[in-house]
């Protein structure tokens, strides 16, 4: 991720949208990028005693409403930053399919979305919004929770979204490796510091367990070399990934551990405390078994800090 085109943000009016704002301009700022406030009007969903009613003329209305709040919000939340905001406000009967328009089909965009902290993105966006987008965004996609909302951007937009820390899952996939290669080329932007994990799964000590009976040692040894293959692993791709960024060479440090990966993720993100995670995900095709359900989901819901989600697509996606 060395430049941007746009940065879309959806906007409810929550704090998790300030924060989303103050993300969007700290990045912009660092990677280039318009960015874009987006406000959805959703229809009016009346019963049947209410057919008098002319909903077109409540849409209009609600439009124009919905546009005068959208500039209170801005300059509330962006003071100087808001002149530069596109702003966009339409009517539409699914917000998600609204964003994912509104963000196009390329690659160097970024939607950036608020979530309801810890407590998952079902607050967020009247329910599986944010969701729909993880799964079907061409484009990256960075969460950020409503934790800590500041009440007004910082004066200099550099200083909007500070990153000095950042953790990046791998398991030496195509899909991982986009998401090192992302947040190499990101830590070479901020000047910070990438921390790059392999998880060996504790699911396959415990399928092969039953086999070693009787040799504990004969496994013990068997994960220790594993671990150490792991460890080797992680170090030639942190080396190939570090030298292949454009504009300086980033510091990684590498981290191995056995256990849930999941689980792992969490453990390390509490103990470090990172500025941001960065994980690769797969295509659109096949997303319900490779985000949603997958370790990047749990990240998503799990951790307060903002996660940037890579989008890699493969030919048969």
């Known amino acids: 991720m060395k430049s941007l085109k746009k940065i879309l943000v959806p906007i409810d009016f929550s704090d998790a949208s300030r924060r989303a704002l103050d993300a969007a301009v700290g990045l912009s700022a660092r990677l280039g990028g318009t960015v874009a406030a987006l406000h959805v009007v959703e229809p009016l969903r009346l019963a049947k005693m209410f057919k008098r009613l002319d909903l077109p003329e409540y849409t209009e209305k609600a ?3 919905a546009k005068t ?8 939340t962006c003071g100087g930053h808001a002149a530069s905001i596109e702003r966009i406000v339409v009517p539409a009967r699914r917000v998600s399919k609204e964003i994912l328009i509104q963000s196009g089909d ?24 944010a969701e729909e987008v993880l799964l079907r965004a061409s484009c990256p996609v960075l969460t950020v929770t409503d934790e800590g909302a500041p009440a007004k951007l910082a004066a200099d937009a550099k200083a909007c979204l500070p990153v000095k820390t950042i953790l990046v899952p791998t398991d030496f996939s195509e899909v991982a490796h986009a998401g ?13 510091e990438v921390h790059v994990l392999h998880t060996l799964d504790a699911r396959t000590r415990e399928a092969l367990e039953p086999l070693f009976a009787d ?22 791709e942190a080396e190939d990934v570090a030298k292949a960024v454009t504009g300086g060479t980033p510091k990684i440090q590498e981290h191995v551990s056995e256990g849930d990966p999941r689980k792992e993720i969490a453990r390390l993100a509490e103990e470090l ?19 949603f359900g997958s370790i990047a989901a749990y990240v998503v819901r799990a ?7 890579i989008r890699v697509t493969s030919d048969s996606d």
């Open 180 to 192: 090192l290669e992302a947040a190499s080329a990101l830590a070479v932007a901020f000047g910070a």
């Open 273 to 291: 405390h990172p500025d941001l995670i960065v994980m690769g995900s797969k295509g659109r095709a096949s997303h319900t078994k490779n985000l």
């Open 69 to 76: 709040k959208l500039g209170d919000f801005l300059e509330s």
């Open 303 to 309: 951790c307060s800090q903002p996660v940037l989600t």
């Open 215 to 236: 040799e504990k040692e004969s496994l013990n040894k068997l994960f220790a070399e594993a671990l150490e293959d792991a460890r080797k692993a992680v170090h030639t």
């Open 106 to 129: 390329d690659p160097e965009n970024l939607i950036v979305m608020g979530t309801a902290g810890r407590t998952g993105l079902g607050k967020f966006l009247l329910g599986s919004v």
């Open 63 to 65: 439009t124009a409403m």
